[in-house]
């Protein structure tokens, strides 16, 4: 088994045809045949079906494709840290709860790559899917939170699943509104200020937990709620029906304008205090690329947070 070979999995899998990875990998259709031929008697597993319409993995292939992905992005970390290859394409993706701080360290990384080849992904997305990309290492590091409601069930998840959680930022609770919202003015608000306006939480799957909300304070039992899937939506609920969401205040005006503000959440029951450890998670035990590094000093940075100097070499 060589890396090449693993290399050639992996991009087949993503293509989703021998024909499309082919062109993808710069050779002929029968040698990329071949070569994973080659490496199913080896293994002595079938990898692909085939098929008309291209090629579906085979439950050994999946669970092999774990594996190879691993192994090849470890291999390409290695190459990054240690290759002097200037010309070294550049390949990073990161999924991530909904937020615009971490698209903004996303845009301040990609600037910074303007003269370089690179292949950069980035999803925002459910909970459970930035832990899976993770994972499966479809992402090299995935951003959530945790807070005292969740901590316990995410690092079982996080464990069962070979991930790490690194804190970033603990975050106080807040309120986020369009700044027309009749709170916006106020110093604090609290639960039963909230109570006649619909609070607004992204949705996380008919099989989801609470433990996978993005809000902080999930388990109260609000009597008007609206579910949606994406930012924009959000934002325009906030001035449509005056809703509103809980989150940590970190708030990005470059993609969320400036309409909106963050009230401090203040509730004297349930308190507002330190409720948002907002962190990276990866692989255990895996070597971070240089631009995963590269986009957690961008996101440090952001949030006003000095780079460990074990970080800057």
Not at 26 to 42: D, F, G
Not at 243 to 267: K, M, Q, W
Not at 271 to 284: N, P
Request: net charge negative; glycine share 6%; hydrophobic share 35%.
């Amino acid at each position: 088994m060589t890396l090449n070979q693993l290399h050639y999995i992996i991009t087949v899998a993503e293509a989703g045809s021998m024909n499309r990875a082919a062109e993808r990998l710069y050779i002929t259709q029968p040698s990329l045949t071949s070569a994973i031929k080659e490496l199913e008697r080896e293994l002595g597993i079938t990898v692909f079906h085939r098929n008309g319409r291209g090629v579906t993995l085979t439950n050994d292939g999946a669970e092999f494709l774990l594996y190879a992905r691993e192994i090849y992005s470890q291999y390409e970390a290695v190459m990054q840290k240690y290759s002097d290859d200037e010309g070294l394409k550049q390949k990073f993706g990161i999924s991530m709860q909904h937020y615009s701080f971490a698209v903004k360290a996303f845009v301040n990384l990609v600037n910074k790559y303007d003269l370089a080849e690179y292949d950069f992904a980035i999803r925002e997305t459910k909970t459970k899917e930035v832990i899976s990309d993770v994972a499966s290492l479809k992402s090299e590091i995935g951003i959530i939170y945790q807070s005292d409601f969740n901590r316990n069930a995410i690092t079982k998840i996080l464990r069962q699943n070979s991930l790490q959680f690194h804190e970033l930022v603990d975050c106080d609770a807040f309120v986020y509104l369009w700044s027309g919202h009749p709170l916006a003015d106020r110093d604090s608000v609290n639960f039963q200020d909230l109570s006649d306006y619909p609070n607004l939480t992204f949705e996380q799957g008919d099989d989801s937990t609470l433990y996978y909300a993005e809000e902080i304070f999930s388990e109260n039992n609000y009597s008007r709620c609206i579910r949606v899937n994406d930012r924009a939506t959000m934002l325009n609920l906030m001035k449509g029906v005056h809703g509103y969401t809980l989150c940590s205040g970190i708030i990005c005006e470059d993609f969320n304008g400036g309409d909106y503000v963050a009230v401090p959440f203040n509730d004297p029951v349930i308190g507002g205090d330190k409720a948002m450890k907002i962190g990276y998670i990866q692989k255990k035990n895996s070597i971070l690329s240089k631009t995963a590094q590269l986009y957690i000093r961008e996101l440090r940075d952001y949030l006003g947070i000095p780079t460990p100097e074990s970080e800057k070499k």
